[in-house]
């Protein structure tokens, strides 16, 4: 299958920990996204890549946040400090150039925090 | 983004045609009107879009009405797969792959076998 996949797909951590979730695209994406979606809610957009320049972050985007895609393939997304509101699913999406208006998802990396 | 509204939930029988439907009045000629999916456990996919025209694909269709102010997503014969959370999104087609999609709360869809 060379869909989006992204690891881990769970984790469960203590408030104050740092964690790192990653994505890997698919092949020859050059623009990545990452969503997060907490329960009962749709997906909120966080930042987006095209190849490695991150282009687009949203005021969700803490400094607690960072983002890196530093070979245009995977990304990967680092929470420092964890807090208990941090809890929710990580969506990654990634799509081609030339699709424009459709993304292509992964799983999700659900974070429980402590 | 222009707003969409949809209902929080709809039930309909296995086997039977599901119309979803989502309301847009502050369209602008330029929005697309995108459908996504969401299964339990799993990432949004990708169901439909159209802009003017109504749209069919393998895996649903999409009436979109005269003006443009409301749509409907159509699943001709629902199966117990096709329960999920379905999102109706807006996109201006001049922004390109770049802007982030924004999705609302979405419609929940229960099949009953």
């Known amino acids: 299958d060379t869909g989006v996949s992204q690891n881990p797909r769970h984790k469960i951590t203590k408030r104050g920990q740092n964690v790192t979730f990653r994505c890997d695209p698919i092949?020859?994406?050059?623009?990545l996204y990452w969503y997060r979606q907490t329960l009962g809610q749709g997906p909120e957009f966080l930042t987006y890549?095209?190849?490695?320049?991150?282009?687009?972050k949203s005021r969700l985007l803490s400094d607690r946040f960072s983002a890196e895609r530093p070979k245009g393939s995977f990304s990967t997304l680092e929470i420092q400090r964890t807090e208990q509101g941090d809890s929710a699913m990580y969506l990654c999406?990634?799509?081609?150039?030339?699709?424009?208006?459709?993304?292509?998802f992964g799983p999700g990396t659900r974070l429980t925090v402590l | 983004d222009a707003k969409t509204t949809q209902p929080n939930s709809m039930e309909s029988n296995e086997e039977e045609p599901v119309h979803l439907p989502c309301n847009h009045s502050?369209?602008?000629?330029?929005?697309?009107i995108h459908w996504y999916r969401q299964l339990p456990s799993q990432g949004p996919e990708y169901v439909i879009h159209?802009?003017?025209s109504n749209v069919n694909n393998r895996m649903a269709s999409l009436a979109i009405a005269e003006d443009r102010k409301s749509s409907t997503l159509i699943l001709h014969r629902a199966t117990l797969r096709d329960a999920a959370v379905y999102y109706c999104?807006?996109?201006?087609?001049?922004?390109?792959?770049?802007?982030?999609?924004?999705f609302g709360s979405g419609t929940q869809l229960t099949v009953l076998p």
């Open positions: 999104i807006l996109r201006d087609r001049a922004e390109g792959s770049a802007r982030q999609l924004t």
């Open positions: 092949s020859e994406h050059n623009r």
């Open positions: 502050t369209i602008s000629g330029t929005d697309y």
């Open positions: 159209g802009l003017t």
């Open positions: 999406a990634s799509s081609p150039r030339a699709s424009g208006l459709r993304r292509f």
């Open positions: 890549f095209q190849n490695e320049a991150q282009l687009e």
